[in-house]
C-alpha cells in the first residue's frame, strides 16, 4: 500500500558528502514514521536515523551522530538523508523505510560507495 523509491547513491571520496532522497507514494496518510536503514552484505542491518511525520523528531545511530541530518518535506512526500564527512566505512546499501499504522514498509535500497 506504501511505496519507497530511494536516490542519490554514488561513489564519493572520503570526507565527501551525499544526499539521499526517499520519495513515497501509495497510502500516504497511514505513514507515521520514516527513516533510514543500512546494510553490508554477509552482515546485519545497521539503524541510520528516523524522522516523525508530524512532529519532525528525530534519532540517529551512534555511528553517524554530528555527520547525518534527517529531514523531510511533507508536501513533497520525501525524507532526506544529508550525510557529511563520509567515511569508508559508510559504504553501504541505504534502504528507505516507512511505518505506518499497520505495516512497515522498505525501499529497494540505493549503493553509497566512499572510497579512501
Known amino acids: 500500500q506504501v511505496q519507497l523509491v530511494e536516490t542519490g547513491g554514488g561513489l564519493v571520496q572520503a570526507g565527501g558528502s551525499l544526499r539521499l532522497s526517499c520519495a513515497a507514494s501509495?497510502?500516504?496518510?497511514?505513514?507515521?514514521?520514516m527513516g533510514w536503514y543500512r546494510r553490508v552484505p554477509g552482515k546485519q542491518r545497521e539503524f541510520v536515523a528516523t524522522i516523525t511525520m508530524v512532529a519532525g523528531s528525530t534519532n540517529y545511530g551512534d555511528s553517524v551522530k554530528g555527520r547525518f541530518t534527517i529531514s523531510r518535506d511533507n508536501a513533497k512526500n520525501t525524507v532526506y538523508l544529508q550525510m557529511n564527512s563520509l567515511k569508508p566505512e559508510d559504504t553501504a546499501v541505504y534502504y528507505c523505510?516507512?511505518?505506518?499504522?499497520?505495516?512497515?514498509?522498505w525501499g529497494q535500497g540505493t549503493q553509497v560507495t566512499v572510497s579512501s
Open positions: 501509495g497510502r500516504l496518510a497511514s505513514i507515521n514514521v
Open positions: 523505510y516507512a511505518q505506518a499504522d499497520f505495516s512497515d514498509y
